[in-house]
């Protein structure tokens, strides 16, 4: 099993920056595509991007392609997202998960909040 644990979100203002961690514990990730998702309050979770396992093809929703970049170390056994000029309609909680196989694991989130 893998157990993703996201850090680093928090309370941003509007045009600020942030940067996502996912640290995975129970095995090497390396192997792995990683991805992250967001929810915000009343709202689906949705997709915001993904990484392959060697971290040479990303993804990115719409809504935050150009401002969001998804990377990885897998000699860390963690995936990252920075997250520039941050807008209110991007406060949710961020998940990030990891997928084995047909097996997804997914972290309990990060709470991020950017105010107008």
């Known amino acids: 099993q893998v157990q993703p644990v996201e850090s680093g979100g928090g309370l941003v203002q509007a045009g600020g920056s942030l940067r996502l961690s996912c640290a995975a514990s129970g095995r090497t990730i390396s192997g792995f595509a990683m991805g992250w998702y967001r929810q915000a309050p009343g709202k689906e979770r949705e997709f915001v991007a993904s990484?392959?396992?060697?971290?040479?093809?990303?993804r990115y929703a719409n809504s935050v392609k150009g401002r969001f970049t998804i990377s990885r170390d897998n000699s860390k056994n963690t995936g990252y997202l920075r997250m520039n000029n941050l807008k209110p309609e991007d406060t949710a909680i961020y998940y990030c998960n990891i997928a084995v196989g047909v097996a997804v694991y997914w972290g309990r989130g990060t709470q991020v909040t950017v105010s107008a």
């Open positions: 990484i392959n396992w060697i971290g040479s093809s990303t």
